[in-house]
């Protein structure tokens, strides 16, 4: 059989409409043989039940039992077995060790009994039919039971290779399966170490400038002469900033060396509470920024302190970059304590988008950015011309659910 006709016949065995196509056909030819072969009322129930049972066992497996058991009743109502007490016992066998709804050995063992009881009915009616039939305790009596002895043979082969059968498909499932975990943990190597890559990357290129950037700095409040104490304090922000950034650098780069499972981080991230020396910084370097809190301080989830603080040091960013000098304010609201929800605004008074910061709103990776961790935490945030003119930064951050 080429590979093409197994998989077509592995695809219309699978299908719903399987098990019923072979019951019904099965109870079809079950009548048919009851029609030529007329049988005693026990016997014709037993092969309709037996045959017509067969259509729910993938729905329900263990209605196979019923399918064995109405066989053997048909058949110990007559001596002759039918073709499709035979077909239909033989695939209720089966479905039973493939889909283990009992223990292999207690089916085999039960419809065995089964078959011993069948047996015995067989050697009454052969006695009363005036057969040769020799006593229990006589020489070859034991061939009287070669009948319930083959049975017992058949039915061990079908609930074995339905067993086998099943136990191929575990052993599949397992071997896909450490396959699949396999290849994802390749994947997961493969991105710690693309993530290495990066950070070595950042290191080389981005942390030589900006310490660079510190200690020229700091050097040049001592080898400039004639600096005003603005000037030097102006050297010394610039120094401290950059250091500032160097530290979060470094704590960018820990995270990214940091396999998955180590969450353990360099130093503490921010929080709600490191925004007044944020706008500390903002005004430290030319701007005009003030700090406004509303609502009762509650301790937030550190992805919310986290994503708060990052969106309002964004819009700081942004305010000195597209509207220098411009006056801004910075709201964070807790709201009330059945709300659960915090809200940030982030106004200026500057010339607002469109200008000469270059871009309109909602344009941009910093923007983008910001909208990204607001969703991250289930928040939004919209960002344009504020209704006094400038430009506006708001976002809500519902934490109820943090």
């Known amino acids: 059989m080429s590979t093409s006709l197994q998989q077509r016949f592995r695809a219309w065995i699978a299908a719903p409409a399987y098990p019923w196509v072979t019951g019904g056909a099965l109870t079809a030819g079950a009548v048919a043989e009851l029609i030529a072969f007329p049988g ?16 729910w066992r993938r729905s329900f497996p ?73 006593a229990l305790w006589e020489k070859g009596s034991l061939s009287l039971f070669a009948e319930a002895f083959l049975l017992t043979v058949v039915i061990f082969g079908a609930v074995m290779m339905g067993d086998a059968v099943r136990s191929r498909e575990e052993s599949r499932n397992e071997r896909n399966l450490a396959q699949a975990q396999l290849i994802a943990m390749e994947r997961q190597q493969a991105a710690e170490a693309e993530r290495a890559a990066i ?51 470094r704590r960018l780069l820990g ?24 706008v500390e910084q903002h005004r430290a370097v030319g701007g005009t920024a003030e700090l406004k809190i509303t609502g009762e301080r509650v301790a937030l989830p550190a992805a919310w302190e986290l994503s708060a603080y ?20 910075v709201e964070i609201d807790y709201g009330a304590a059945a709300d659960r929800l915090l809200t940030l605004r982030i106004r200026d008074d500057g010339p607002g988008p469109g200008t000469s910061a270059g871009s309109g709103p909602g344009v941009g990776h910093g923007l983008t950015g910001m909208r990204e961790r607001a969703a991250l935490v289930g928040g939004r945030l919209s960002a344009g011309s504020g209704p006094e003119g400038g430009f506006l930064v708001e976002a809500e951050l519902p934490w109820g659910s943090g």
């Open 310 to 329: 990052r969106i309002t040091q964004e819009a700081l960013t942004n305010a000195r970059k597209h509207a220098p000098g411009a006056r801004t304010v």
């Open 62 to 134: 263990p209605v196979a039992v019923l399918t064995v058991a109405a066989g053997l009743l048909g058949f110990a109502g007559d001596v002759n077995l039918y073709v499709s007490i035979m077909a239909s016992g033989l695939i209720g066998c089966y479905t039973l060790g493939r889909n283990r709804v009992l223990h292999p050995v207690v089916t085999v063992a039960g419809f065995a009994l089964g078959a011993l009881c069948v047996n015995l009915v067989h050697i009454n009616t052969w006695s009363r039919m005036e057969l040769p039939v020799p």
């Open 199 to 249: 950070a070595r990357e950042l290191h080389d290129i981005v942390s030589h400038s900006v310490s660079m950037i510190a200690v020229q700095a700091e050097s040049a409040t001592y080898t400039t002469p004639g600096l005003t104490p603005e000037a030097r304090d102006g050297f010394q922000q610039i120094a401290a900033t950059a250091r500032s950034s160097m530290a979060e650098l």
């Open 40 to 55: 005693s009322v026990t016997t014709t129930v037993g092969v309709l039940v037996s045959s017509a049972s067969l259509m």
């Open 255 to 278: 995270v990214l060396r940091t396999s998955q499972g180590d969450t353990a981080l360099t130093a503490p991230q921010p929080t709600l509470d490191h925004l007044p020396e944020l």
